[in-house]
């Protein structure tokens, strides 16, 4: 199964809400990755935040990083028609530099 | 413009005929891997490599192989291809080290009939 695994799989708003999805992990990382993905087309990377950090903002983005529960949240404020797409979590294989693993993703559905 | 170039973008082929997918970036970037994206498996890795003629397999090589001999390219071949190798293909590339995110192309949809 994906180390990384999203939460929930689908996620429908309203413009101008908040969206949040979530990641869970198995093994040890030393940093935990989010991409975007429109329909069909290549992924788009958003943010990165290392293991030795519990939080990150970029723009309207803020995630989170818990070690100890394994997991990581991606926050997307005051969303957008735009933000509709796919989001993935990716993390690396800690002591086993150059493999990755990605979720199965979120699909978030931001109506106007 | 910075980036990773993949080529098809749209293949269909026949059963066992040999295919190479090429992967190109432009950023000088010594890591490039490659991945196969399927409705409710999410992306899962085929093969990276760290630099130059260093490949290392991910977690779904089978069927696959691929080169690096040099720094720019990192073609993905498919021997034999058979119809479960139809998928939508990524490759991607970064900085080696950690802390860096990856840069992606825009995908290869192969169907193998």
């Known amino acids: 199964s994906q180390q990384g695994e999203e939460d929930p799989q689908a996620l429908s708003i309203q413009e101008g809400e908040n969206a949040t999805m979530n990641c869970s992990y198995k093994?040890?990382?030393?940093?935990l990755q989010w991409y975007r993905q429109n329909s069909g087309r290549g992924l788009v990377h958003l943010i990165l935040?290392?293991?030795?950090?519990r939080e990150k903002h970029s723009g309207r983005l803020r995630v989170t990083l818990d070690t100890s529960k394994k997991s990581s949240s991606l926050l997307i404020t005051a969303s957008r028609a735009a933000d509709t797409a796919s989001y993935f979590c990716?993390?690396?294989?800690?002591?086993?530099?150059?493999?990755?693993?990605f979720g199965d993703g979120t699909t978030l559905t931001v109506k106007p | 413009e910075a980036q990773v170039t993949q080529n098809p973008r749209y293949l269909i082929t026949v059963t066992g005929k040999k295919l190479t997918v090429t992967c190109s970036q432009n950023?000088?970037?010594?890591?490039m891997s490659w991945y196969r994206q399927d409705p409710g498996l999410g992306l899962r890795q085929i093969y990276y490599?760290?630099?130059?003629?260093?490949?290392d397999k991910g977690d779904v090589p089978e069927g696959y192989k691929v080169s690096r001999k040099e720094k720019r390219n990192f073609p993905l071949i498919l021997e034999s291809p058979s119809p479960n190798q139809t998928s939508l293909y990524f490759c991607?590339?970064?900085?080696?080290?950690?802390?860096?995110?990856?840069?992606f192309g825009s995908g290869t949809r192969l169907t193998v009939v």
């Open positions: 093994t040890s990382i030393n940093n």
């Open positions: 990716a993390t690396d294989a800690g002591t086993n530099a150059g493999k990755s693993t």
């Open positions: 991607a590339s970064s900085w080696a080290g950690e802390g860096y995110g990856y840069t």
């Open positions: 490599s760290m630099n130059v003629e260093v490949t």
């Open positions: 935040i290392r293991s030795n950090e």
């Open positions: 950023m000088n970037h010594e890591y």
